[in-house]
């Protein structure tokens, strides 16, 4: 069902920098892909504060947007666009619920990390943000649509 391939939605999933430091690159990879959902961009980079403060904005008036962007900061994250059917949803069901002491078991969250304050990974939470975040983090030619061998067993 080739038809599907053109307008096949897309999120924007980082590992924040606990998730790299912690070698847990690979897991959460593994765990998007397994699924089914295409890898159609990702790169290793530090933002800086001021970028990191972009990507929360939304978040500016909360107690914890200082300190969230400080650690957005610190170190490596993994920035990545992944794509299919339902992908921003089900990102977000994968990823489990944002304080990973009420995240499910078999969520990332829920089996990799521990408070909410380092809870390893970021998923666009709908369809605006998702495009806003692409946007931001990643410039159109390095986003990359082929077709996967397994599509057609999928679709
Ligand atoms: P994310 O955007 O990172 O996927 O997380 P989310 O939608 O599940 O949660 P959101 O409410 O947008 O919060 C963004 C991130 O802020 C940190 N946070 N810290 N200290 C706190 O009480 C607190 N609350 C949220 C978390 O890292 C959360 O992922």
């Not at 800086?48 to 490596?76: I, Q, T, V």
């Amino acid at each position: 069902q080739e038809a599907h391939a053109a307008a096949m939605e897309r999120t924007f999933i980082a590992i924040k920098p606990d998730g790299v430091q912690r070698g847990l690159i690979s897991e959460i990879v593994s765990r998007f892909e397994r699924k089914g959902f295409k890898l159609v961009a990702i790169k290793i980079v530090v933002p800086s504060k001021g970028f990191a403060e972009k990507h929360y904005h939304d978040l500016k008036e909360r107690p914890f947007f200082n300190g969230l962007c400080d650690f957005l900061s610190s170190g490596p994250v993994i920035a990545m666009v992944w794509e299919g059917e339902g992908v921003i949803k089900y990102g977000r069901k994968l990823i489990g619920a944002t304080d990973p002491q009420k995240s499910e078991p078999g969520t990332i969250r829920g089996d990799l990390a521990v408070v909410v304050g380092r809870n390893i990974i970021h998923g666009s939470d709908g369809p605006e943000t998702a495009k806003d975040e692409i946007n931001l983090w990643f410039k159109p030619d390095e986003l990359v649509s082929y077709t996967s061998n397994s599509e057609k067993w999928l679709y």
